[in-house]
């Protein structure tokens, strides 16, 4: 399985962008699709996440109400749009696929750098 992050860039506080995540490969058994970030000198932190199968998403509290995760199943796409971005959103953006509910993720993409100016 590979997973392709796409759709970062540079914008001002306000601003929106929309990351996707295509997923290719064996992807029959995908569970949940995840997206994570991690900002220059912090620890990676969980931003949401979408179940393949009912669409149910999750989302961090400092996300909540801004950011709003959707997936296009044939294309294998998971989505990432974010509106309101503060320049605390500045990061570099992964996606990860589980397999299954339990366990850790299986498969890690690239990531994409989203950067937000005040």
């Known amino acids: 399985v590979q997973l392709q992050a796409s759709g970062g860039g540079s914008v001002q506080a306000g601003g929106s962008l929309r990351l996707s995540c295509a997923a290719s490969?064996?992807?029959?058994?995908?569970?949940?699709m995840g997206w994570f970030r991690q900002a220059p000198g912090k620890e990676r932190e969980f931003v949401g996440s979408?179940?393949?199968?009912?669409?149910?998403?999750d989302y961090s509290d400092s996300v909540k109400g801004r950011f709003t995760i959707s997936s296009d199943d044939t294309k294998n796409t998971v989505y990432l749009q974010m509106i309101s971005l503060k320049p605390v959103d500045t990061a570099v953006y992964y996606c990860?696929?589980?397999?299954?509910?339990?366990?850790?993720?299986?498969?890690w993409g690239q990531g994409t750098q989203v950067t937000v100016s005040s």
């Open positions: 979408i179940t393949w199968s009912d669409g149910t998403t």
């Open positions: 490969g064996r992807t029959s058994r995908r569970y949940l």
């Open positions: 990860a696929l589980k397999l299954s509910r339990f366990g850790p993720y299986d498969y």
